[in-house]
């Protein structure tokens, strides 16, 4: 069975069997392969694979009656034959680095030394040159020449492609509309960053809640666990942004019922523009007071310096607009002074239907 495949062959199979040296692979409905089971550990020892799960191996060879496999081309499987297969279809390969260099590290993968420059090592987050010596990583070799033996290899494409593989699970995974939970890293004055399954995600300040947030770092601290909702997943510049006031009741709905038209209410002053004070009135819904309804005010005024968050004013909604979450109001003064002018002159009114005639008077 051997003679119908080449050293370095890629081949896709099945795991049928885990045991502490060997992980048996299905061949066909007769025959199994066998991986070392080193193949599948990771840097801490842990096994990365279960029965079932579909693999990629490299053919090594026909040994004491069983066909080898190996998840990854290293040490002495890796031989000039394999070096030159792995090259024509991008295998990875394991390198150890022996030393730094002018221009980068010398790699010895196999019996066969390699060139990997500065740039080609680490992917993201680099660390110090010394650091990387000694240590055995994955490569893929981007240059093969003379034959061989000169040889140029690259751990960053690696780690390029695990990432690209990564970004392509989590955008199937991680969808608008999806509800997800993560931990925050770090927080800002305009949001906290929040990591979902290993991404960096954005949960802007408007999306902490509905009522206004003042201090971000009163209700969001590093190392907080939060859940919510994705609203906006931009892959292709991997932007992801969620909100926790998604999953909230929004206090508009519920208001619905409870907020009336020319109802007094009691609130205070959450944010003051140039062109009015909005004030809160029931929790999560705030209205306008436009400038134009402020007393004692002209185009010239700095309305900023008579209104501050937190001052307290009553109000009486002039009109709503629940729809689009608008709610238009008036100081309570200047609505208790228009009923007062409306009741005078409806009394006003009542006396000229009277028809007092001074002239039947005198008589």
């Known amino acids: 069975m051997n003679n119908r495949m080449e050293i370095g062959e890629q081949f896709e199979t099945e795991i049928v069997q885990i045991q502490k040296d060997c992980v048996f692979i299905a061949m066909d409905a007769k025959s199994e ?12 020892g842990n096994l990365t694979v279960k029965e079932g799960d579909k693999v990629k191996v490299y053919y090594t060879g026909y040994v004491n009656g069983e066909m080898r496999f190996t998840a990854k081309i290293a040490g002495d499987k890796a031989d000039k034959a394999m070096i030159e297969n792995a090259w024509n279809a991008k295998i990875p390969v ?13 790699v010895k993968i196999g019996g066969t030394r390699a060139f990997c420059p500065y740039s080609q090592m680490g992917f993201r987050q680099k660390e110090e040159p010394a650091s990387y010596v000694g240590k055995t990583l994955p490569f893929v070799i981007i240059e093969y020449k003379n034959d061989g033996k000169d040889l ?39 949001g906290a960053f929040v990591n979902v399954n290993g991404f960096r995600t954005l949960l802007p300040v408007s ?18 666990k939060i859940r919510g909702q994705v609203i906006r997943a931009d892959w292709k510049n991997e932007k992801v942004s969620i ?20 109802t007094k209410y009691e609130g205070k002053v959450v944010r003051v523009t140039d062109f009015g004070v909005f004030v809160n009135i029931v929790k999560g819904v705030d209205g306008l007071v436009h400038i134009s309804e402020l007393e004692g005010v002209n185009k010239n ?18 009109e709503m607009d629940l729809k689009n979450k608008r709610i238009s109001l ?12 409306a009741k005078y002159l409806s009394s006003q009114k009542d006396d000229d239907d009277d028809s007092y005639n001074p002239f039947a008077g005198l008589l």
Request: proline share 2%; aromatic share 6%.
């Open 33 to 44: 392969g066998v991986c070392d089971t080193a193949d599948f550990l990771d840097k801490d």
């Open 94 to 106: 394991d390198g150890h680095v022996e030393k730094e260099i002018k221009g980068g590290f010398e």
């Open 152 to 190: 140029t290899v690259s751990n960053k494409v690696l780690g390029e492609q695990a990432y690209a593989e990564k970004l392509d699970s989590l955008a199937r995974e991680i969808t608008v509309g999806s509800v997800v939970e993560g931990v925050v890293e770090s927080v800002q004055n305009f």
């Open 207 to 224: 999306e902490i809640q509905y009522d206004r947030v003042e201090d971000i770092f009163s209700i969001i601290s590093e190392g907080q």
């Open 243 to 262: 909100s926790v006031k998604a999953l909230l009741e929004d206090p508009w709905k519920a208001s619905a019922e409870q907020l009336k038209l020319e």
């Open 301 to 318: 005024t700095n309305i900023k310096k008579m209104f501050k968050p937190g001052d307290e004013m009553s109000v009486v909604i002039k």
């Open 330 to 341: 008036i100081p309570a003064s200047s609505a208790e002074q228009d009923l007062s002018a």
